[in-house]
């Protein structure tokens, strides 16, 4: 699969966030009385957009949902951010995309404020031509509208262009977009999620993941 526009999701497909984001999910479902016993509980927070993961696994109502994401961020804004790890071989296949002339951009739910930090504390934003993510406001949270934003923005011809993430939402966004994709079993998605979603190709690795684009 030899595309020149590669849009690859953060959280689960560059890096590794279960501490930052699990953490900074218990912060605030602690202000709420909710107990947390273990933060593996809360892996299904990552991915999907915040907002929607809070009524569908605690039954808040759209108020308390917006009032969580709140309370979230001001744990995930100073701290949870850098509870992150970029997973083993990730720079080396984005350099080694970028040497051989692909254009790379990131494509997240996560607000792009914080994506744009993040790629740069671990020191990978330099080889990516765009990062699109939501606003701090709340819009475009949904990972079709992301893609959109990103594709219009840099006039990227769907042809052209493939997108790699780790769960069904990646995976369906690509699909609505007309966009070939990958699905990366590494991050925390599993088999079964993207056996329903139907991706052009499966890496197991990120060493697999290079295979694929090569």
């Given at each position: 699969?030899?595309?020149?526009?590669?849009?690859?999701?953060?959280?689960?497909?560059?890096?590794?966030?279960?501490?930052?984001?699990?953490?900074?999910?218990?912060?605030?479902?602690?202000?709420?009385?909710?107990?947390?016993?273990?933060?593996?509980?809360?892996t299904g927070f990552i991915g999907p957009p915040l907002k929607?993961?809070?009524?569908?696994?605690?039954?808040?109502?759209?108020?308390?949902?917006?009032?969580?994401?709140?309370?979230?961020?001001?744990?995930?804004?100073?701290?949870?951010?850098?509870?992150?790890?970029?997973?083993?071989?990730?720079?080396?296949?984005?350099k080694a995309l970028s040497d051989r002339g692909c254009r790379?951009?990131?494509?997240?739910?996560?607000?792009?404020?914080?994506?744009?930090?993040?790629?740069?504390?671990?020191?990978?934003?330099?080889?990516?031509?765009?990062?699109?993510?939501?606003?701090?406001?709340?819009?475009?949270?949904?990972?079709?509208?992301?893609?959109?934003?990103?594709?219009?923005?840099?006039?990227?011809?769907?042809?052209?262009?493939?997108?790699?993430?780790?769960?069904?939402?990646?995976?369906?966004?690509?699909?609505?977009?007309?966009?070939?994709?990958?699905?990366?079993?590494?991050?925390?998605?599993?088999?079964?999620?993207?056996?329903?979603?139907?991706?052009?190709?499966?890496?197991?690795?990120?060493?697999?993941?290079?295979?694929?684009?090569?």
């Amino acid at each position: 699969m030899r595309k020149t526009d590669i849009l690859f999701d953060l959280d689960g497909t560059l890096t590794d966030p279960m501490t930052g984001i699990t953490k900074s999910v218990r912060y605030a479902l602690e202000s709420y009385g909710i107990k947390v016993n273990a933060l593996t509980e809360l892996t299904g927070f990552i991915g999907p957009p915040l907002k929607a993961s809070f009524q569908h696994y605690y039954g808040f109502s759209e108020e308390q949902a917006t009032e969580a994401v709140e309370k979230y961020r001001e744990y995930f804004s100073v701290t949870g951010l850098f509870e992150n790890e970029v997973y083993p071989g990730i720079p080396e296949l984005l350099k080694a995309l970028s040497d051989r002339g692909c254009r790379l951009y990131v494509a997240t739910s996560k607000p792009t404020v914080y994506a744009e930090q993040i790629l740069r504390h671990f020191k990978l934003d330099t080889y990516f031509t765009f990062v699109g993510g939501s606003l701090l406001s709340g819009e475009r949270v949904e990972k079709v509208d992301v893609l959109r934003y990103v594709l219009g923005e840099n006039k990227i011809e769907t042809e052209a262009a493939v997108m790699i993430g780790d769960r069904r939402f990646d995976i369906e966004g690509a699909k609505a977009c007309g966009i070939s994709s990958i699905g990366v079993l590494y991050g925390y998605g599993s088999r079964e999620e993207m056996a329903v979603a139907g991706p052009d190709a499966l890496a197991e690795s990120v060493s697999d993941l290079g295979q694929i684009l090569a």
